[in-house]
């Protein structure tokens, strides 16, 4: 089965970080990547650009409205995701919890749901 680990941070402490420091959180998350790849758990990774960057839009009432920025206001942001095929949920947990960039904030793990008709 695979899981969606979103990983969510506050772009405020990743920015605080010097340049050698952001390098070592992408050095690991490389690395952690190739682990991944190895074991046979990797389906995909993508950093994503920062939150000032993302568009928001609505279709209300076959009116679609678009604005600048995130959804919600909150202190924590989606930084990226890596998509995993896991035996089970508590293997995703595990293999999450070895995100690197994970460590800045927190990973959700949400088990992806099958395609209607697939089981």
């Known amino acids: 089965m695979r899981y969606l680990c979103t990983i969510f941070f506050d772009e405020k402490q990743l920015d605080a970080l010097s340049d050698g420091e952001l390098q070592a959180v992408e050095d690991a998350m490389h690395a952690c990547e190739e682990t991944l790849r190895k074991s046979g758990h990797f389906v ?16 209300r009432s076959g009116t679609v409205s678009v604005t600048d920025g995130p959804f919600a206001e909150t202190n ?44």
Do not use: W, Y
Request: glycine share 12%; hydrophobic share 40%.
């Open 44 to 59: 995909a990774a993508q950093a994503l650009q920062p939150v000032h960057a993302a568009t928001t839009g609505r279709v």
């Open 76 to 119: 924590e942001q989606i930084g990226g995701f890596v998509l995993v095929e896991a035996e089970n949920l508590d293997e995703a947990i595990r293999l999450a919890s070895t995100i690197p960039a994970g460590h800045l904030g927190g990973v959700e793990v949400r088990p992806i749901k099958p395609r209607c008709g697939s089981r």
